[in-house]
């Protein structure tokens, strides 16, 4: 899982497997959301989940939210060799505040 | 969909000239970002900004560092004077004011610092 001083995590993995990564958290946050980022370019948003919510689901795509654990999960069903990105949680104590994100979680899905 | 336009996409400078990096935010947005992140790292915050002035800034936005929105339009990153370890990727990044969108990311300029 990503955070903190935890080194930079990296998945490898067969397109069509499922694939789940983890984050904690530390400091309060109403919302985690979810980024990818592919090489060159900018975090792109995935999904966003929101301190009320247990579970949010976009295609293939699932979050969860844990507060009590301060944990995020980010999963991915059937993935393919485009899900190949650095996977990043980012929390915001409020909105406008600023994002902190986590240590980002590699995940390249080969052919 | 919208978009955070940065430009230039990469910039190359010596050390000790001054360079802007401009970011076009989306227009009804309100909260601006700046990050830094260093090839293979983390992103890193520098600063946000909203209604004219710095809201927060962490210890990576040095004395050398100054944020504006000078015409309403383009929000912009001054460093002055740049040091070898401003060598890195700058991503701007914007939000509405509401707490159901997660802020929207430009694709980053990529300083190098001579």
């Known amino acids: 899982s990503q955070w903190g001083e935890e080194n930079l995590q990296a998945l490898s993995i067969q397109e069509g497997e499922d694939v789940t990564m983890n984050c904690s958290y530390k400091t309060y946050t109403t919302v985690v959301q979810w980024y990818r980022q592919k090489s060159g370019k900018g975090p792109a948003q995935l999904i966003l989940i929101r301190s009320n919510e247990r579970e949010k689901r976009s295609g293939r795509l699932r979050a969860t939210l844990d507060t009590s654990s301060q944990s995020s999960s980010l999963s991915i069903t059937g993935t393919l060799a485009t899900d190949t990105a650095v996977y990043f949680c980012a929390t915001e104590a409020s909105s406008g505040q600023k994002l902190v994100f986590g240590q980002g979680t590699i995940l390249k899905v080969y052919l | 969909g919208p978009k955070v336009l940065q430009i230039p996409s990469h910039q190359i400078i010596d050390m000790g000239q001054m360079v802007t990096l401009n970011c076009d935010p989306v227009?009804?947005?309100?909260?601006f970002y700046w990050y830094k992140q260093i090839l293979g790292q983390q992103m890193e915050f520098l600063v946000n900004f909203y209604n004219g002035k710095v809201m927060e800034k962490s210890k990576l936005f040095k004395d050398q560092f100054s944020v504006e929105r000078p015409d309403g339009s383009y929000f912009t990153l001054k460093i002055q004077p740049t040091a070898l370890e401003d060598s890195a990727v700058y991503f701007c990044?914007?939000?509405?004011?509401?707490?159901?969108?997660?802020?929207?990311f430009g694709e980053g300029t990529r300083l190098s610092v001579l």
């Open positions: 227009s009804n947005h309100l909260y």
């Open positions: 990044a914007s939000s509405s004011k509401y707490n159901n969108q997660a802020p929207l």
